[in-house]
């Protein structure tokens, strides 16, 4: 039975799958879920779980073809109004949200460090190189090239190495290391 605000909008309630962790182990699947679809707000009842980065499916056929891709949740929120009592979920199509995702894995990310460029490689770096910036996203990404394109490495050991260059491109304190000098 529609309550609250799912009530309200009535001629906007429509039938959506809600899944999480898509394509994992875990996934999880909530079929033949009333939702008011508009735009790219969604309006759950109470008891529905959400949560950001879920996947909705618009499976209702009124207006299924309007929608050819998943949405993602990108934020949502919890009405403790005793008339509304319902969740409201911001949404954007799938292929819009991992395009955010893979720029802000790409977002720029500056060290400065101030030495000798031959001290800090430990190499054959004679040039006496003291004022230099090094791009975490381009250091990354070279060295994520050199993996790939290296005749050397076992392709076991290559995935092996790439998902820990991915690992440090996601991780928060990588994202938010700035060293000045």
């Known amino acids: 039975m529609r309550?609250?605000?799912l009530n309200e909008?009535?001629?906007y309630v429509y039938e959506v799958r809600i899944v999480r962790n898509p394509g994992k182990y875990d996934e999880k699947i909530q079929d033949n879920v009333e939702?008011?679809?508009q735009g790219?707000?969604?309006l759950f009842q109470p008891e529905e779980d959400i949560e950001e980065g879920d996947y909705i499916y618009v499976t209702d056929p009124k207006i299924s073809s309007s929608y050819k891709e998943p949405l993602?949740?990108?934020d949502y929120k919890v009405f403790n109004d005793p008339h509304?009592?319902?969740k409201k979920a911001t949404v954007m199509p799938l292929s819009k949200w991992k395009r955010q995702q893979e720029e802000s894995i790409r977002a720029t990310q500056q060290i400065n460090v101030g030495g000798n460029l031959g001290t800090l490689a430990g190499r054959d770096i004679t040039e006496n190189i003291n004022n230099y910036n090094i791009n975490a996203t381009i250091?990354?990404?070279a060295?994520?090239?050199a993996i790939e394109e290296s005749q050397d490495i076992p392709p076991e050991e290559k995935r092996s190495l790439l998902e820990k260059v991915h690992g440090l491109a996601n991780n928060d304190y990588v994202k938010g290391i700035g060293v000045h000098r």
């Open 3 to 5: 309550r609250g605000i």
């Open 9 to 11: 909008f009535s001629e």
């Open 35 to 37: 939702a008011a679809v």
């Open 40 to 42: 790219n707000t969604i």
């Open 72 to 74: 993602v949740i990108t």
């Open 84 to 86: 509304m009592g319902n």
């Open 139 to 141: 250091l990354l990404g």
């Open 143 to 145: 060295l994520e090239k």
